[in-house]
């Protein structure tokens, strides 16, 4: 079976997204003052931020079953924000130049940079009220959590050549010391129906880098897990470094 996740961020709808980049003042915040409305501001003008940046991606894919777990690949390639999407730009599988990632057998999906930002951006706009803050126990770590339908058309999994619209549930993490995104998951609702998938989670870390002379909210580590009956799985992870802005890596001919 061809699992092809691909992410669908409607992102004509959100607001400010043209904002003039630039980091927000760190301030200490509280689950009583922190609302949904200012984290939109932050992740709009993170997104803006993005948008000058390139940095190196580098995926690993597993597979489990019965309690064996198997290394598949390696990529490694730069990646953008172009026309609205993640882009790749000289793509290696193993080491070797590859271009057909299109074709690749089991879990594979891309958008760790900037599509799941971008729709989780979109999804709060959607809501009709403010799901407040909650303390994650003594972490300094302030969590929202809320319901995504199906009907929102914001993330589908495609199986063979069949799309599946998913229900999920959005959890976004910040800290309560500077109000600074720390963590983006996504998790499945019910079952794809008509497949094996029993549940399928995305997670996004981020942290603050510097990029000549500015500090950025930047990716840092993602994962993507596809988790199947009879205790089958299926998972990539991503590790993002070296960053740099775009105009100082001209050079790079990105894959279109």
């Known amino acids: 079976m061809k699992l092809h996740p691909r992410w669908c961020a409607l992102l004509t709808s959100v607001a400010a997204m043209g904002a003039t980049a630039g980091m927000l003042t760190p301030r200490s915040v509280s689950q009583s003052t922190f609302s949904v409305g200012e984290l939109c501001t932050r992740l709009d003008r993170q997104i803006a931020d993005l948008r000058a940046i390139v940095m190196h991606e580098t995926i690993s894919r597993y597979h489990s079953a019965h ?37 690749l057998n089991g879990a594979w999906a891309l958008g760790d940079f900037s599509t799941v930002l971008r729709t989780s951006r979109e999804a709060l706009g959607k809501q009709a009220g ?25 993330w589908f999994v495609k199986v063979d050549s069949r799309i599946y619209w998913l229900d999920f549930q959005l959890e976004i993490r910040i800290s309560a010391a500077t109000g600074d995104l720390t963590e983006i998951s996504w998790t499945s609702l019910p ?9 399928i989670r995305r997670t996004v870390s ?5 990029v000549g002379g500015r500090t950025y909210l930047l990716p840092t580590y993602a994962e993507y897990r596809v988790m199947h009956s009879e205790n089958r799985v299926e998972w990539n992870t991503a ?3 070296s960053p740099t802005r775009y105009d100082a ?3 790079v001919v990105f894959l279109e």
């Not at 909650?134 to 914001?154: K, Q, Y």
């Not at 079952?191 to 549940?199: S, W």
């Not at 981020?206 to 510097?210: H, I, K, N, Q, T």
Request: proline share 6%; aromatic share 8%.
């Open 130 to 154: 403010d799901p407040g803050f909650d303390a994650d126990g003594e972490t300094g770590i302030l969590v929202t959590r809320f319901h995504c339908p199906a009907s929102t058309g914001l």
């Open 206 to 210: 981020f942290a603050p880098s510097e």
């Open 239 to 241: 590790r993002f470094g």
């Open 249 to 251: 890596l001209s050079s």
């Open 191 to 199: 079952p794809a129906a008509g497949t094996d998938i029993r549940q």
């Open 67 to 103: 309690g064996r777990t198997t290394k598949l690949d390696e990529f490694d390639a730069f990646v953008e924000i172009s026309g609205g999407a993640d882009r790749l730009a000289l793509l290696r599988r193993n080491g070797r130049p590859y271009s057909g990632e299109t074709q």
